[in-house]
């Protein structure tokens, strides 16, 4: 075992709600081969429980080292809140490696603010386009590659992805998807919360609901059409629907209180749900309809129907070797594809799907990768 100060030292950055899922395991990885001193940053892009501190616990993370508590702003304004408060940090810490994970504003913060200091960067999940660049998301993933040193990968798509866009082979590394890491460790446990009957649901069939995309719930037509689609579905089963900061804000304005409680009374708002209930409540779900991306990818595993209520995805993969269809945001066609999915379901299981490498070790691979290519 190396003397502490001789390690090497590893910053890995975490920032909003995605971000907890597919860092945590390689922060257990690392911390494991004991060759490194890992220091979690966190940036506070999300801060309330329910989006934040309820992930650290589930997910048994230590409280951050360094919290940067930016919160809420612009998106111009978060970027540069985060680059502001994490230079500094970079200054003092002086890392031989910074690790980025996902498409979010820390994402790109954070690797541009290294990349500046010329501290190697790892992004995690690298790779991943929907070549729609009105997505917040795709620019981040865009750029931040453009500056990593270190580029994991979870599908080969991915890799053609970085080399179309000049990025050098030796810089790329297929390892497999760290949030079903996350996936794998804890299903056995989320089985045992019985979330739906908590939410008194017993043992009838339900379907889930998550939206957050600026482009679904920022537009009132947009997120009213998606509405009245989910309406009709839920006159087949209830829909549980745990909203998200953003979108409650958006249920407001168009005070969906107000509404018709026939409209209305198939749909079970919630508060956002732990990673653990979520899970719980995924497992069991006839349907799911969604526009986040983590959510396409861990119901491929878990084989559930997912309905992405979006143009385009980012992770092609769940559509050719999952249960993931895509479906947009026209309400006939919604409620038509959801009908068939459910009458499907009464006869026929979808059975779970494992695309290459999501076997719960990317993050042994990483750890792998990182500690051969630090310690040369
Ligand atoms: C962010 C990510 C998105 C990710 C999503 C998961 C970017 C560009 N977007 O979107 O990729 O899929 O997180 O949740 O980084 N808010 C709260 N409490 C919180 C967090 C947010 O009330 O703890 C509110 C904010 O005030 C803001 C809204 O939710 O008005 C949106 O938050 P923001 O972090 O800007 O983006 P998300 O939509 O969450």
Redesign the pocket.
């Known amino acids: 075992m190396k003397s502490e100060c001789r390690k090497r030292k590893i910053i890995i950055v975490v920032g909003?709600?995605?971000n907890f899922m597919k860092a945590a395991p390689v922060y257990y990885e690392l911390k494991k081969i004991d060759r490194f001193r890992v220091k979690i940053v966190h940036t506070g892009?999300?801060?309330?429980k329910e989006?934040?501190a309820f992930f650290f616990r589930d997910l048994g993370l230590p409280r951050p080292d360094i919290y940067l508590k930016v919160g809420?702003a612009t998106?111009g304004l978060?970027t540069a809140l985060i680059m502001e408060r994490f230079e500094p940090v970079l200054i003092r810490e002086r890392p031989d490696l910074v690790i980025v994970v996902g498409?979010?504003?820390?994402t790109l913060a954070c690797a541009l603010t290294a990349a500046k200091l010329c501290i190697p960067v790892a992004h995690i999940e690298a790779g991943l386009r929907s070549f729609d660049r009105t997505m917040?998301?795709e620019i981040?993933r865009l750029l931040t590659d453009q500056i990593s040193d270190f580029l994991f990968t979870t599908c080969k798509d991915a890799n053609k992805n970085l080399l179309h866009e000049g990025i050098v082979e030796h810089k790329i590394f297929f390892v497999g998807n760290t949030m079903i890491d996350t996936l794998v460790k804890h299903l056995s446990v989320a089985r045992k919360l019985k979330v739906r009957e908590k939410l008194g649901l017993g043992r009838v069939r339900y379907g889930i609901l998550t939206l957050?995309r600026?482009s679904n719930v920022d537009d009132k037509r947009v997120f009213q059409k998606i509405l009245n689609a989910v309406s009709n579905i839920s006159r087949i089963m209830p829909i549980v629907f745990p909203v998200?900061?953003?979108t409650e804000?958006f249920l407001a304005d168009i005070q969906f209180l107000h509404y018709d409680d026939e409209f209305k009374k198939g749909i079970m708002v919630t508060k956002p749900l732990g990673y653990l209930e979520f899970l719980s409540l995924m497992d069991k779900a006839t349907i799911v309809l969604t526009d986040?991306?983590g959510i396409q990818e861990e119901t491929t595993i878990l084989g559930i129907p997912c309905l992405t209520l979006r143009q385009n995805t980012e992770r092609p993969i769940t559509i050719t070797q999952g249960t993931n269809i895509l479906v947009g945001t026209d309400p006939a066609k919604i409620f038509r594809v959801a009908n068939k999915v459910i009458l499907k379901s009464r006869t026929k299981q979808n059975k779970p799907r494992r695309p290459k490498y999501w076997d719960g070790r990317a993050a042994k691979r990483i750890a792998q990768i990182l500690t051969n290519k630090l310690e040369k």
């Open positions: 909003a709600r995605p892009q999300h801060y309330d989006m934040s809420s998106h978060q498409d979010v504003n820390s917040p998301e981040n957050h600026p998200h900061p953003r804000n986040s991306g």
